[in-house]
């Protein structure tokens, strides 16, 4: 993610003459590495349409609401990759495939724990935040529930969430590894479920 405003002016400019529309991301934090902030008014006057530091998560509650403040001062809103790496450690779905074939997992709850954060910090301060690329179904019911509750939470998933399951990843073809990891079966169903009947 861009973290200043040069980037997203070139990107901004390049794009013009391109034929697509471009809607840059700018980092929430310098580096994406969690401890300062962006200049997000430059970046948004510089054609930022919103704020992430996608990749990885922002990792303490403190510097996501400053971000979220940030952002909804600016009429924008925080997307929020929900990892929590004290969690992390694998690049497979931890549980019965990653103990059959021997590979550290990612668990659920890294995801989950950062997702129970983002709207809970969205009901608190009744501030916008978009969780991305939810992939379990953990996920998706704190998110319904906080949104039944009023909060401004918006979520999105990717089509392998919602249509492949962990099990493919036994193949240990590298195309079915990516983060967040395929989930079960139980997961997927959420999810299609989920993306069928999203409000
Ligand atoms: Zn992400």
Redesign the pocket.
């Known amino acids: 993610m861009a973290d200043c405003a040069d980037v997203i002016r070139y990107i901004v400019n390049k794009a013009a003459g391109a034929g697509v529309r471009v809607y840059p991301i700018a980092a929430v934090t310098l580096g994406q590495e969690g401890r300062e902030l962006t200049d997000f008014e430059a970046l948004v006057r510089a054609g930022a349409v919103a704020f992430s530091d996608?990749?990885r998560p922002v990792m303490t509650a403190a510097m996501m609401a400053k971000a979220m403040k940030a952002a909804a001062g600016l009429g924008k809103l925080v997307i929020s990759?929900c990892?929590d790496t004290s969690l992390a450690g694998g690049i497979i779905n931890e549980g019965a495939v990653s103990s059959r074939l021997g590979m550290k997992g990612l668990p659920g709850a890294a995801e989950e724990v950062q997702a129970a954060r983002e709207t809970a910090l969205a009901a608190s301060y009744g501030l916008p935040v978009h969780i991305?690329?939810v992939s379990t179904a953990l996920c998706v019911a704190i998110i319904r529930d906080t949104k039944r509750r009023g909060a401004k939470v918006t979520c999105e998933t990717c089509p392998h969430y919602f249509s492949l399951d962990e099990s493919y990843t036994l193949s240990c073809d590298a195309d079915y590894r990516m983060?967040?990891p395929l989930r079960t079966k139980a997961d997927v169903a959420a999810s299609l479920r989920a993306s069928k009947t999203a409000r």
């Open positions: 996608d990749g990759h990892e991305a690329h983060n967040p």
